[in-house]
């Protein structure tokens, strides 16, 4: 049930094909059979007409405020939406209010909240208590990641569904109606219908719009991709520099590079700079990739990576790019070795596991007189003296049994830096039993 009767002029208004080819029915919905099909759990919620509060999590245009609506719709409750840009604690209080009279009638109501992370705290504990003894049943739509932006509370209280960018065969779809609706075909041959469907990135709303645009277009004129192109403004990439994409993007670049895999590595890149992401944070991203992925087993990774940061500050932006782009090459192919990263990390916890221990007195330096005569280096030997410059001495605490905690591979540089860490320790181990 909606909440506005439709006025005397409300025809001759135009409305937007987007609007107009908004389902009526949830089977006519498209792309999210997972989770409105008879046994997936929208589906099983109509059939019992039994409705629990839910979180739509998805990407714009994917159906979140049509397929609450036709839910409303389906188990017979009064659909009450509201933005959370546009909202606050008050107007809730009033939606509650009306709530709680249309429940004494026996009328149920469906609050929708679109883009309900933008909701505070403070917000989302307004909702509690209403959720909680059934005043409304809550219907929340975000394109943000719930588990980030929204309490605790609030979503234990709801049902989190996960719904998906449309996919090509649901774009086609929908372009299928549109032109059943406008009776003719779109102005497009088959490669530039395929750019179009790339350009809308899993946005039904978005297509439904370009289709509108085209539709306005001379029959007989028929566009290919580059001349789609200049008609229409291509889509910026789904991309939040400052939320989930951002941290989900530079995931994927730092597993494709410990991946060894560079063309994935350089796309996951491309995603994150047309994006909009600032190339320092990737910059410095893969500097990190440098010491903890690739270490020692080359040891040209950090200061290349360094460089490629510094050309960056140098050049900035597109020219700086390029040097970003040869660095994800050169990480992407040297030789992978996280020993080091391993061996700080057991270090820091041995560090804490035996607390302040003193370094043995032989490997102390003794610049007073009372040093010296409490021990402090006695019967340290100075390695350069020695034969092959190697002593041997523990340089342990004392009462702290040697440790092994840099284990280096046998993959590029690290394989020489074992030999050497083989030697000394053969060495050492003789030198004990003289």
């Known amino acids: 049930m909606s909440k506005a009767a439709p006025s005397l002029f409300s025809e001759t208004v135009p409305r937007p094909l987007a609007d107009r080819l908004r389902p009526q029915k949830i089977v006519d919905v498209v792309g999210q059979d997972h989770i409105l099909s008879q046994a997936a759990p929208i589906g099983r919620m109509v059939a019992g007409k039994r409705l629990s509060s839910i979180i739509f999590w998805g990407p714009p245009g994917c159906g979140k405020t049509t397929i609450a609506r036709l839910l409303a719709e389906a188990v017979g409750l009064y659909f009450e939406p509201v933005s959370a840009v546009a909202s606050g604690v008050a107007d809730l209080r009033k939606i509650f209010e009306s709530a709680q009279g249309r429940r004494a009638s026996g009328q149920g109501t469906l ?5 309900i992370h933008r909701f505070n705290r403070a917000q989302q504990d307004v909702l509690l208590p209403y959720v909680e003894d059934g005043t409304v049943v809550l219907v929340g739509a975000t394109t943000e990641n719930p588990s980030f932006e929204l309490n605790g509370a609030l979503l234990s209280r709801c049902q989190v569904l996960v719904l998906n960018r449309l996919d090509d065969a649901a774009l086609e779809l929908l372009l299928a109606r549109a032109e059943q609706m406008a009776k003719r075909k779109l102005p497009l041959n088959n490669e530039a219908r395929t750019a179009l469907k790339a350009m809308a990135d899993g946005d039904g709303r978005y297509i ?15 566009l290919d991709p580059q001349t789609l192109a200049d008609f229409v403004q291509r ?6 520099k400052a939320q989930e ?3 989900n993007l530079i995931s994927a670049l730092h597993k494709s590079l410990r991946g060894s895999d560079c063309d994935a590595a350089l796309y996951w890149l491309a995603r994150m700079l047309s ?3 600032d190339p320092r944070y990737i910059a410095r991203r893969l500097t990190r990739f440098a010491s903890e992925d690739i270490g020692l087993a080359d040891p040209q990774a950090l200061p290349i990576a360094l460089s490629a940061w510094e050309a960056y500050e140098r050049m900035g932006s597109p020219e700086g790019e390029l040097a970003i782009a040869e660095l994800v090459i050169y990480l992407a192919t040297a030789p992978k070795s996280n020993a080091g990263y391993i061996a700080l990390g057991e270090a820091m916890r041995a560090a804490k596991e035996f607390g302040s221990l003193m370094p043995p007195k032989h490997i102390l330096n003794a610049p007073t007189k009372l040093m010296k005569d409490i021990g402090y280096g006695e019967g340290y030997e100075y390695d350069h003296n020695t034969e092959d410059a190697f002593s041997g001495q523990n340089y342990f605490p ?5 440790k092994e ?4 591979t046998d993959r590029g540089f690290e394989r020489e830096i074992k030999k050497r860490l083989d030697y000394w320790g053969a060495l050492r181990q003789r030198l004990k039993t003289r």
């Open 398 to 402: 004392d009462t702290m049994e040697r």
């Open 111 to 115: 609050l929708f909240i679109d883009e």
């Open 208 to 222: 439904l719009t370009m289709a509108e645009e085209l539709l306005t277009l001379p029959q007989e004129r028929e």
């Open 245 to 247: 994409s951002h941290y």
């Open 235 to 240: 889509r910026r990439p789904l991309y939040d």
């Open 275 to 277: 994006g909009g992401e």
């Open 405 to 408: 905690f840099y284990r280096p």
